[in-house]
């Protein structure tokens, strides 16, 4: 047993059925889950915290960090002693989250990505990586270096490999090559879109492992709808300039015309950049022919915010499908210190959650 009480893992197996997340279709041999956040089996996070930093941080998140250097500059009240006490309350759910994800859908030899904050891609095409904890019956958990996609070659093994990554508001999007079994996963929010991330991912298939992007079957995941996250001018720009200029997006336009539009808020304009749009572009301009979407938004602010009638933050944080960096970005929760103080905190701050996203060769 990797992570978790006797106890605990006693309660995942009985109501493993429970468990929940999001599929689609793949080749035969082939497993894509995106997992839903709050499952009643899924570990209660320990410590001092408000119902807010209960309702945002509990449920199936399966990988914590936490930023303590500046979470004490925001709050010079808090000690070394506590922040280390918040650390540690948080990583220990993260562990115990990705161990009953891993036990409930049986999830073999994981191979976890580490993002990069960037979204930069690096590519780690021969499954060099660090074993992190101990072998257990499910085999080894091991973490690729920071990298934003993972590329494994054809299939030389009879043993199930997964691929896995966290995943908030961006894409998570598995391709595979249905000829020679190769496949990868591929993380891109704004920033990935706009450096093409998916596109060098088929041409490394490509020139690695001999894929013909005909052969290969793509994916594009759950991430924000266009109507819960926009940008400013400068920020569009930047967008445009990093994918290669207005021509670029222009061809984009010519084939999905609602993959930038402008959107009336307040006194300064702002943009909807359509992500699902641009990858799907990317994808079959790649030689990639066969692509899947899913129109299943992370944030979901509202139950109609794929209809772009309106944003209503009307459903409580605990009733939320998936945890997002943007529907949390501004909330605050409060840590009790040890001297019952109640000390408020950002939680964009205190590092967090991710949905749990893997593909699995069988």
């Known amino acids: 047993m990797l992570f978790g009480t006797g106890r605990e893992i ?15 279709d793949l080749p035969i041999g082939f497993t894509y889950l995106y997992m839903q956040r709050n499952q009643r089996t899924a570990p209660y996070l320990e410590g001092n915290w408000d119902d807010a930093g209960l309702d945002i941080y509990d449920g199936m998140s399966p990988r914590m960090s936490y930023t303590s250097p500046g979470v004490r500059e925001a709050n010079p009240a808090l000690s070394a002693h ?26 073999r030899n994981v191979g976890w ?26 085999g080894t958990m091991r973490r690729f270096a920071r990298s934003d996609i993972a590329l494994v070659g054809p299939r030389t093994e009879s043993y199930p490999l997964t691929l896995a990554m966290g995943v908030a508001d961006c894409l998570a999007m598995p391709l595979i090559d249905t000829r020679t079994e190769a496949f990868g996963f591929v993380h891109a929010g704004r920033a990935g879109t706009a450096l093409r991330a998916v596109a060098r991912a088929v041409r490394t298939m ?7 992007p005909n052969d290969i079957r793509a994916h594009v995941g759950e991430g924000i709808c266009t109507t819960c996250h926009t940008v400013g001018e400068k920020g569009l720009a930047q967008f445009v300039r990093t994918f290669g200029g207005k021509t670029q997006v222009d061809h984009v336009l010519s084939q999905f015309p609602s993959a930038v539009y402008e959107i009336e808020e307040g006194p300064e304009p702002r943009y909807a950049i359509n992500l699902h749009s641009f990858n799907s572009y990317l994808l079959h301009h790649s030689g990639v022919s066969e692509v899947t979407r899913t129109k299943v938004c ?41 001297s019952g103080q109640w000390l408020p905190l950002q939680a964009g701050t205190l590092g967090t959650p991710r949905n749990l996203a893997t593909i699995t060769r069988r």
């Open 113 to 138: 990505l580490e993002l990069k904050g960037e979204d930069n891609a690096t590519v780690m095409s021969t499954g060099r990586a660090r074993q992190v904890g101990q072998r257990d019956v499910r």
């Open 10 to 24: 006693a309660a995942f197996e009985q109501e493993r059925d429970e468990l929940r997340a999001q599929t689609c």
């Open 298 to 338: 992370t944030a979901r602010l509202s139950e109609t915010c794929l209809d772009k009638t309106g944003i209503a933050n009307d459903i409580p944080e605990a009733d939320q499908l998936f945890y997002s960096h943007e529907r949390v970005k501004d909330r605050t929760v409060q840590w009790q210190t040890a």
């Open 82 to 107: 506590e922040a280390a006490a918040i650390a540690g309350r948080l990583q220990s759910q993260g562990r115990r989250s990705l161990d009953a994800a891993r036990r409930a859908f049986d999830l």
């Open 206 to 212: 490509a020139e690695r492992f001999g894929s013909d």
